[in-house]
């Protein structure tokens, strides 16, 4: 079975753009880079990566269940587009809510695992992971997509989720790169928000 790169290509922009505004995730890999050493945010990074391989191959498994029932499949596509407009409101709406992290003194002895766990804990028990995703990945698997489609988007989504935030470890621990990118948060904010709700829109006329 063929990818369709155009699918996985619209798919991956928009995973992006939610994975980039800043959230849970990005604070736990930063303070950890700045706390205890970019060694640690990289392993946090990682950890991160590996929980979305995973939770992202649960919602995919999840819709492809769901979708099988027209009823259900209509109903949950209602909803799924109902909440993208909604987050992309809020996301609109809201201010900058992140403040800039300074440097603290790094402490020692504590393994690379930690930090790999601490990354894949955050992601996999964030609520809101699981019904954003589920919600841009609805529009997905309404183009009913090859099983390597889905499989190019889970591991898309990883290796984006890594490079991501192992980029914040290492560059944002720079207090002037933080600054530059907190003053336009408020704009990455209002670019999420209005392709949420155009998507949240096209899901929902299906």
């Known amino acids: ?17 939610a994975v980039m505004s800043p959230g849970p995730d990005f604070v736990m890999v930063l303070r950890n880079s700045l706390r205890y ?5 990289l392993a946090s990074a990682l950890g991160v990566a590996c929980g979305c391989l995973l939770s992202f191959t649960l919602v995919v498994l999840g819709l ?39 440097s603290q003194q790094r402490q020692t002895g504590v393994q690379r695992w930690f930090y790999f766990k601490n990354g894949l804990l955050t992601n ?4 809101k992971l699981y019904t954003l995703s589920a919600a841009i990945l609805t529009y997905t698997e309404q183009q009913h997509p090859s099983i390597a489609t889905n499989i190019a988007i889970v591991v898309g989504q990883g290796i984006m989720a890594l490079l991501w935030f192992a ?40």
Do not use: W
């Open 167 to 206: 980029a914040v470890s290492i560059v944002f621990s720079y207090s002037r790169v933080q600054t530059a990118y907190l003053q336009k948060e408020r704009l990455i904010n209002i670019l999420v928000g209005v392709i949420f709700i155009a998507l949240g829109i096209r899901i929902m006329l299906g």
């Open 64 to 102: 492809k269940v769901l979708f099988s029932y027209h009823l259900i499949k209509v109903a949950f596509s209602l909803i799924c587009g109902a909440y993208l407009i909604y987050i992309g409101f809020l996301s609109i709406r809201n201010k900058t809510q992140h403040q800039q992290l300074a």
């Open 1 to 17: 079975m063929l990818i369709d790169f155009e699918l996985l290509t619209k798919t991956l922009v928009v995973l992006f753009l």
């Open 124 to 127: 996999l028990f964030n609520p």
């Open 37 to 41: 050493g970019r060694g640690a945010g």
